[in-house]
């Protein structure tokens, strides 16, 4: 491990590598093209997510010229409602991701310049909630709550999901918490709090911006799941896991409905990968990639 | 001996956290496991809470954990609502089911993804490492119920060549030959294994090529085949091995993913195992069974990793404990 220094990130440095490795680029294009066309999607479709168009006549129309993905059981147009589920999706896992990377942060710094003790405390909360399961400890929590609230469900998202954050950070921390740069900030009388914010976040925010940008596709992952067991998001709001569900009954006689929102997930956490790798390899240059 | 008690004494209070929380969250949410009686108007208020009582429901949340504590410690998991008998029997249906379909998937997996690793390593840049390379990543990005799905729709409604879900044709004669029930169960096998294969060779194939190809620029290999060491028994022996180890931990750190994903998957292919369970005992909010069921998954993951851990101290000496906690925060 090479010595720590008191050195901010090279933010200009990783921008330029970033822009050089054409994976990264590739990604970050398709993500942002993506999240364009949900923005504005809606507006210039012509039909509506909600609007069940024809209940006798255009239920389950194969895709075609009319509706580009068909339409679903409700006669509703499948490409209306996986443009404005995606924005559902995107949206809902940023923001599960912001909120689960501040709990992260904020718990691993406290608990790397926290006493000993308080520090094998927390860190073994955090070993536990790494051992649930998190799909099991999500079903135990929303079950009982008849329908979900879009926030409800953002926390509830990020409360379990802190937990690998907090445990980088915290790592991060030990390795550079008795370096020379914050012996000396001590020594100058700097509070816990100012060391924690100026002298040790700046080292740790790369491995933390890696790391939440993976999360944010096993987050849409999880969301799906769980909007398609019907406990996450609630109709009529469509998101990808709940128009799959919508699909499920009629898998083998309407594949599109299913398929569409699949092919989606499938890309945007693909491209999330790749942009995390590329970030991974833009903050450590000369590194062998971990995974 | 030491680390091991200290490890055993670590996943003990992991798991003893876990088994707290779980207890106190399912206790959170509205409803309770009587909740349902609530639309049978003959059901009276004071029917409900001596159904309470006797199940141990009325006391303190304190109270209702003291309480389950004692009896946890007389190896009572406590009586399931919804299923109608003791939370133990209830599990140990289920838990050979998932143990079973699990058990099978992640060791072809792994079987098969470090074959895929290495090849790709011993023909770095080739056509056969990036075609490889290509569908891995693909493979990581799959959403597990989706693919479960998919797989489904190829497997028994396209080509109709495999049963669409449950362990065991249920018109299958009793008496039958064993080899005909074995078959059977085989093929009730196939489109849920495929599945959990698919979503775990991607990772493992990944993670082999990376530290073949890392151990395979060490000096120690250098010397080796300097030493006059025949190629194929360089990489075997002396890359191969000691590249293992990540693998190894990763196969630790699946765990908690792994069986989480089997509430999706055993969801599609109707199997009943842990995940299923789990998920219908939230459903009917039957308190002790969804505790029971969160409480063996986590002991499962924990001795999954503490055996994760000891295998690789086996395989590779010189790791120390800290080591192996930092390749986990690291992966």
């Known amino acids: 491990m090479s010595e720590p220094r008191a050195q901010r990130q090279d933010w200009g440095g990783i921008m330029q590598r970033l822009r050089a490795d054409p994976r990264s680029v590739l990604a970050a294009s398709v993500l942002l093209g993506l999240a364009i066309v949900v923005v504005v999607g809606p507006m210039l479709l012509p039909h509506a997510a909600y609007e069940q168009l024809d209940i006798t006549n255009l239920v389950h129309v194969r895709p075609g010229r009319e509706h580009l993905l068909g339409t679903d059981a409700y006669s509703r147009d499948v490409l209306a409602r996986v443009v404005s589920g995606g924005r559902v999706s995107l949206l809902f896992a940023t923001s599960a991701v912001l909120v689960q990377t501040v709990i992260g942060i904020g718990w691993g710094l406290s608990a790397g310049l926290a006493g000993r003790r308080t520090e094998t405390v927390m860190m073994r909360c955090v070993d536990a909630g790494m051992s649930v399961p998190r799909a099991l400890l999500l079903l135990a929590m929303l079950a009982g709550v008849p329908q979900v609230p879009l926030w409800l469900l953002v926390l509830m998202m990020a409360c379990t999901g802190w937990f690998v954050i907090a445990r980088l950070v915290h790592g991060e921390v030990r390795a550079i918490r008795s370096a020379e740069f914050v012996l000396a900030a001590r020594a100058l009388g700097a509070s816990r709090r100012r060391i924690a914010l100026r002298h040790l976040m700046p080292h740790v925010l790369g491995p933390v911006l890696v790391s939440s940008t993976l999360a944010v596709g096993q987050i849409i992952v999880l969301e799906a799941g769980l909007s398609w067991l019907g406990i996450g998001v609630q109709a009529p709001r469509a998101s990808w896991g709940n128009i799959i569900g919508d699909g499920t009954e009629f898998i083998s006689s309407a594949p599109w409905v299913s398929i569409a929102p699949g092919i989606c997930l499938v890309t945007v956490v693909l491209a999330l990968s790749a942009l995390g790798d590329g970030l991974r390899d833009a903050l450590a240059p000369g590194q062998l990639p971990r995974t | 001996m030491h680390a091991l008690i200290q490890r055993l004494w670590h996943g003990l209070v992991v798991v003893a956290i876990v088994a707290t929380a779980t207890f106190v969250l399912v206790r959170l949410a509205p409803g309770d496991p009587f909740a349902a009686a609530l639309e049978n108007a003959r059901l009276t208020p004071a029917i409900r809470a001596q159904w309470r009582a006797a199940y141990g429901l009325d006391g303190s949340v304190g109270t209702q954990y003291l309480h389950w504590i004692s009896s946890l410690a007389r190896g009572d998991l406590g009586f399931s609502t919804s299923t109608n008998q003791p939370v133990s029997r209830a599990i140990a249906q289920a838990l050979p089911n998932t143990m079973l379909l699990m058990g099978t998937s992640v060791v072809i997996a792994f079987v098969l993804g470090t074959m895929l690793g290495a090849l790709q390593a011993s023909r770095r840049g080739g056509v ?204």
């Open chain 2, 128 to 331: 056969a490492d990036r075609g490889i390379g290509f569908v891995t990543l693909i493979g990581t990005a799959l959403p597990d119920f989706w693919l479960a799905l998919v797989v489904l729709l190829a497997g028994a409604s396209w080509w109709r060549l495999f049963p669409v879900g449950g362990v065991a044709d249920l018109l299958l004669p009793i008496g039958a030959p064993w080899h005909t029930v074995l078959l059977d169960h085989l093929r009730h096998l196939v489109l849920p294994v495929c599945t959990l294969v698919t979503l775990l060779v991607a990772p493992v194939a990944r993670l082999q090529r990376i530290a073949l190809l890392d151990r395979l620029g060490a000096e120690w290999i250098r010397t080796a085949t300097a030493k006059g060491v025949a190629p194929r028994a360089v990489f075997r022996r002396h890359a191969w091995r000691t590249a293992l180890g990540p693998v190894v931990t990763l196969a630790g750190l699946a765990l908690p993913a792994l069986f989480g994903g089997a509430v999706f998957i055993e969801h599609v292919f109707a199997w009943p195992g842990m995940g299923q369970l789990a998920a219908s005992a939230v459903a009917a909010r039957d308190y002790h069974l969804v505790v029971g069921c969160v409480l063996v998954g986590t002991v499962m993951v924990v001795a999954g990793s503490m055996l994760a851990d000891t295998l690789l101290e086996r395989l590779d000496p010189r790791v120390a404990h800290d080591e192996i906690m930092a390749a986990r925060s690291a992966a």
